[in-house]
């Protein structure tokens, strides 16, 4: 007896398994999969992602209510001063009174062990006395940093705007589950990190006095960065020789209540990098931010994109001018490359030439980018930050981080390269800001 071909012996396993037996046999199986896969596998797929939603949205709902019978919630009067407890039987109104009745040295402690925000607030809303202890601000400080870590100065100074931690932990809380799988601040974080960069928290520890033009070569990373940024040097060259020659040819310096106090550069970028998504987001804070510059006394503001190149978006002008809005509505992404150093020292140029801006002008330069550069072009981006802080006085870098995988410690780092301004390290790696980060890389 001759042995069975593998072809042979596979279509008699298929056809003694499954019956498939000729070709009608597989068409006919094919179509019933099909028809199974349409009529039975996606719709259980898509009821159970409906259920999976509703189970987020009631998850979502039941945070935000919980956080919100604080504030709904009118605590009970105490039973030592009415004699009465209202909604709960005689023994344990008893046992309620005897527990109000404890010195604050004894309640304290137990109210500290309290380590479920839910529990606080359950307790908050039973006793005019417990509701002052369960919302003190010390004891949402630490529900606070339980949930998010030990807080940053700028944290800090949320909770302040914000009116105590409880009511940060709210806002946290919220925008937390609003972002899903994206890190971004509360409304109340994003708020004290504007505030903190129009009041010049930050900046280089030159003296108001005019920066002499530094020497060909004085960029603080030395030889070591080649001149890929030539033409970035080139441009801060070309406008501190302008500046020079002014003065020279006895140009009259602005009067003093001509000079801007404050001049914000927006650095956007445009890079392939960026998403469509990303892009929209930045261009939205820059709308948010134009209102914090704009309140600020003499205060100026302009956009700059940069990709492989940079260029202006909107013009130096008061951030509440029509023309900036304009301009922000009127961006289209530029695609390509990310050279950070570009547009530092456009910004620089800018800056070295607006005649509103003198010696005493607070410089402010803000890099929204999702920090996707390799080693060569963090060096060259944060030479370029060195210098310019080195050229001009009162020069300060903020960062926020916009997109996938965006690169914080580079970030930092050129941060760190326009100084602390005597503020310190922990000042200065607190101008970077997560504004809209998700950790998975694009590809």
Not at 19 to 33: D, F, I, K, Y
Not at 44 to 56: T, V
Not at 106 to 134: K, V
Not at 287 to 294: F, L, S
Request: charged content about 20%; overall charge negative.
């Amino acid at each position: 007896m001759a042995h069975d071909s593998a072809g042979t012996r596979v279509q008699r396993f298929l056809g003694d398994t499954f019956g498939v037996r000729g070709s009608r046999n597989v068409t006919s199986w094919l179509v019933a999969g099909a028809a199974a896969y349409y009529l039975i596998y996606l719709p259980e797929q898509q009821k159970a992602q409906e259920i999976l939603a509703q189970r987020e949205a009631a998850k979502r709902l039941a945070i935000e209510r919980g956080l919100q019978d604080i504030d709904r919630a009118r605590p009970i009067a105490d039973p030592q001063d009415t004699g009465l407890v209202q909604g709960v039987g005689a023994a344990r109104s008893q046992a309620a009174a005897c527990l109000a009745s404890l010195p604050q040295d004894l309640l304290g402690p137990l109210i500290e062990n309290l380590t479920e925000d839910r529990d606080l607030l359950a307790l908050a809303a039973t006793a005019q006395r417990f509701h002052l202890a369960a919302t003190a601000d010390g004891l949402w400080r630490r529900q606070f940093a339980a949930r998010f870590g030990e807080p940053s100065r700028l944290q800090v100074a949320a909770a302040r705007l914000a009116g105590g931690w409880l009511a940060l932990t709210k806002e946290k809380v919220l925008a937390t589950a609003d972002a899903g799988a994206w890190r971004k601040p509360c409304d109340a974080e994003l708020q004290a990190a504007l505030r903190e960069l129009v009041a010049g928290g930050g900046g280089n520890d030159a003296a108001a006095a005019p920066a002499a033009p530094a020497a060909s070569g004085g960029c603080s990373a030395g030889g070591s960065v080649a001149s890929a940024g030539s033409a970035g040097s080139a441009a801060l060259n070309d406008a501190a020789a302008a500046a020079a020659e002014a003065s020279e040819e006895g140009d009259a310096a602005p009067a003093e209540e001509e000079v801007d106090e404050l001049a914000v550069v927006f650095l956007v970028d445009g890079s392939g990098s960026v998403g469509d998504e990303d892009f929209a987001c930045m261009t939205a804070f820059l709308r948010t931010a134009a209102g914090a510059v704009a309140a600020a006394p003499r205060s100026k503001a302009a956009v700059l994109q940069f990709s492989n190149d940079s260029r202006t978006e909107v013009p130096l002008a008061a951030a509440d001018a029509p023309g900036f809005e304009e301009g922000v509505a009127a961006m289209a992404r530029m695609n390509g490359g990310t050279n950070i150093a570009a547009a530092v020292s456009k910004a620089g140029a800018l800056l070295a030439t607006a005649p509103s801006v003198g010696a005493a002008t607070r410089r402010v330069l803000v890099l929204l980018t999702d920090g996707r550069i390799d080693t060569y072009q963090a060096k060259e981006a944060g030479a370029m930050v060195a210098r310019l802080a080195d050229e001009q006085a009162n020069v300060a870098l903020w960062c926020f981080g916009v997109g996938r995988g965006v690169d914080a410690g580079e970030l930092r780092r050129i941060i760190a390269a326009a100084g602390a301004g005597g503020h310190g390290d922990a000042a200065a790696a607190e101008r970077y800001v997560e504004l809209c980060v998700r950790d998975d890389a694009p590809w």
